[in-house]
């Protein structure tokens, strides 16, 4: 099973568009009507679709940080720095990420892009 993502508001058209294109499962919130939910209830709706949420949002970031310091399940974060993770680069290692990982491989989880 390859990893399912989902897109916050955060991410550019462009990177999930491209991995739409090349076959991947990638969800935005925009499309899932949950554009304007606060983050904690964003990590709750990813968690309930089991996909791993990717973002590029530092606020989010802190509350999935916050909810690993106290232990509330989430399904996973991939983050990537809006300036410092480039939209080629963020596509690259997603579409990696989707081929070869398991959804179990992110669960409570926080990735890095760009990865190692």
């Given at each position: 099973m390859s990893v399912a993502l989902y897109m916050d508001v955060h991410v550019p058209a462009p990177i999930t568009r491209a991995?739409?294109?090349r076959g991947f499962d990638a969800l935005t919130a925009q499309e899932d009507g949950t554009r304007k939910l606060p983050d904690d209830q964003l990590l709750d709706r990813a968690r309930t679709l089991g996909r791993v949420l990717f973002s590029r949002d530092e606020d989010l970031l802190r509350e999935a940080q916050a909810r690993q310091t106290s232990g509330r399940s989430f399904a996973g974060v991939i983050y990537a720095h809006q300036l410092r993770v480039t939209?080629?680069?963020?596509?690259?290692?997603?579409?990696?990420?989707a081929k070869v990982c398991e959804p179990e491989d992110f669960r409570d989880r926080v990735e890095y892009l760009p990865l190692r």
């Amino acid at each position: 099973m390859s990893v399912a993502l989902y897109m916050d508001v955060h991410v550019p058209a462009p990177i999930t568009r491209a991995l739409k294109d090349r076959g991947f499962d990638a969800l935005t919130a925009q499309e899932d009507g949950t554009r304007k939910l606060p983050d904690d209830q964003l990590l709750d709706r990813a968690r309930t679709l089991g996909r791993v949420l990717f973002s590029r949002d530092e606020d989010l970031l802190r509350e999935a940080q916050a909810r690993q310091t106290s232990g509330r399940s989430f399904a996973g974060v991939i983050y990537a720095h809006q300036l410092r993770v480039t939209i080629g680069r963020c596509i690259a290692d997603l579409e990696m990420i989707a081929k070869v990982c398991e959804p179990e491989d992110f669960r409570d989880r926080v990735e890095y892009l760009p990865l190692r």
